[in-house]
Structure formats: C-alpha cells, structure tokens
T-cell receptor, first 113, second 115 residues
Framework: AQSVTQLDSQVPVFEEAPVELRCNYS??????LFWYVQYPNQGLQLLLK??????LVKGINGFEAEFNKSQTSFHLRKPSVHISDTAEYFC???????????FGAGTRLFVKA | DTAVSQTPKYLVTQMGNDKSIKCEQN?????MYWYKQDSKKFLKIMFS???????INETVPNRFSPKSPDKAHLNLHINSLELGDSAVYFC??????????????FGPGTRLTVL
C-alpha cells in the first residue's frame, strides 16, 4: 500500500518569492508521482508527473519537482510565484499497475502582494 | 469541448432523499473514477471503473451505487442521504494500459449539501 504526506497544510509567501511545497511518500513497490493543482471552485488539473528517467521534472506554469528515491520525497518548487498561483496543491502517488491514486491532504499556497 | 463534465454542479437536498450525479467524458478514456472531497479538502477515492467493470470500491457505504452504462459515462446514485454525505464529489477519467500510469482528468465537481 502507498501513502502520501504533505508536510505543510498552508504556505503563505510573498509575490515573486520562491516556494517549495513538500511531499513524502511511502511504498513497497515502484510508483508514479504526481502534483495536481486545484484553483478555487474547480476540479484538479495535472501540474507535472514523474514516471521514470530524469529525477527533475518540469511542469506547467513554471513549476518543477525533484524525485528523491533515497528520501522518498517529491517536493514541488517554483522560483518566483505570482498571485495567480494561489491554490490548493496535491501530491499523489500511484503504483505501476494503475487504477488507484492516493492523494495527500493538500497544501494551500497563498501568495500575498 | 469539455473533457469531463458533471451534472448538476450544485445539489441541495433533504436527509433521506435519493439523488444521482452524472458524469461524462469525451476523451476516449477507458477508466473512470469517483472521488469525495470533504470540507478540509481531503480527497478520497470512492470507486474506479475500467471498461465498465468495477475495479476499486473503497469501503464506501452501499447507499452509494455507481453505474457505468458505457465507457464514457459513470453515474453515482446515492440512497437515503445523510448529513455526512455533504461534500464535493469529483468525477475523473484516465487511459490505462499505456505504461500503466493513470494521469487523471477531473470534472468541475458537484457540491452536495444535505440539510
């Protein structure tokens, strides 16, 4: 079984500052890792995913994440945030058989002017 | 153009009633899901269907019954609604088989309020 822990429930940050949203996972098998974003009153949309290969993955809107197998982490980063990045961010893990994705509890990113 | 659509967007009803939420995807995906998101934003999978067959049923009360008439539709029927059923319900779809990963596409959600 897999599990996902998002270490921060809320992250306030000033506009144009860098941000890191932390995610740790546990699994006894190889996994795929995802970050999704949920804007207010909307469904989730995929930011980026790690399947295999390069441990640094780039996604939409200037976000990137680094897969660290030894630390079982998949932290999300952005070098300079905008007000429009204010949203809920979910880390997720899926085993390689598919069909079931486990989501973390979410991290609320609040970007202040 | 909508990839995954849900109806209705809002649903307000009394305890004890029966209601349905419909979901349709036009992405040609073979797998569909229902998720429940509570007031704290926690997202939990309820059901997963692959090619109209139930694959995952995550200890959901049997008052909840999913129905998949074809690969493009997955509806959720809820009997005897309870206060604790109030939440936002999301439908999602993905294409399995290709490398086995399930990048999911979500609908806009249905906000269910039980009074």
């Amino acid at each position: 079984a897999q599990s996902v822990t998002q270490l921060d429930s809320q992250v306030p940050v000033f506009e144009e500052a860098p941000v890191e949203l932390r995610c740790n996972y546990s699994s006894s098998v190889s996994v795929y890792l995802f970050w999704y974003v949920q804007y207010p009153n909307q469904g989730l949309q995929l930011l980026l995913k790690y399947l295999s290969g390069s441990t640094l993955v780039k996604g939409i809107n200037g976000f990137e994440a680094e897969f660290n197998k030894s630390q079982t982490s998949f932290h999300l980063r952005k070098p300079s945030v905008h007000i429009s990045d204010t949203a809920e961010y979910f880390c997720a893990v899926s085993d390689q058989r598919g069909f079931k994705t486990i989501f973390g509890a979410g991290t609320r990113l609040f970007v202040k002017a | 153009d909508t990839a995954v659509s849900q109806t209705p967007k809002y649903l307000v009803t009394q305890m004890g009633n029966d209601k349905s939420i419909k979901c349709e995807q036009n992405l040609g995906h073979d797998t569909m899901y229902w998720y429940k998101q509570d007031s704290k934003k926690f997202l939990k999978i309820m059901f997963s269907y692959n090619n109209k067959e139930l694959i995952i049923n995550e200890t959901v009360p049997n008052r909840f019954s999913p129905k998949s008439p074809d690969k493009a539709h997955l509806n959720l029927h809820i009997n005897s609604l309870e206060l604790g059923d109030s939440a936002v319900y999301f439908c999602a779809s993905s294409q399995e088989g290709r490398r086995g990963y399930n990048e999911q596409f979500f609908g806009p959600g249905t906000r269910l309020t039980v009074l």
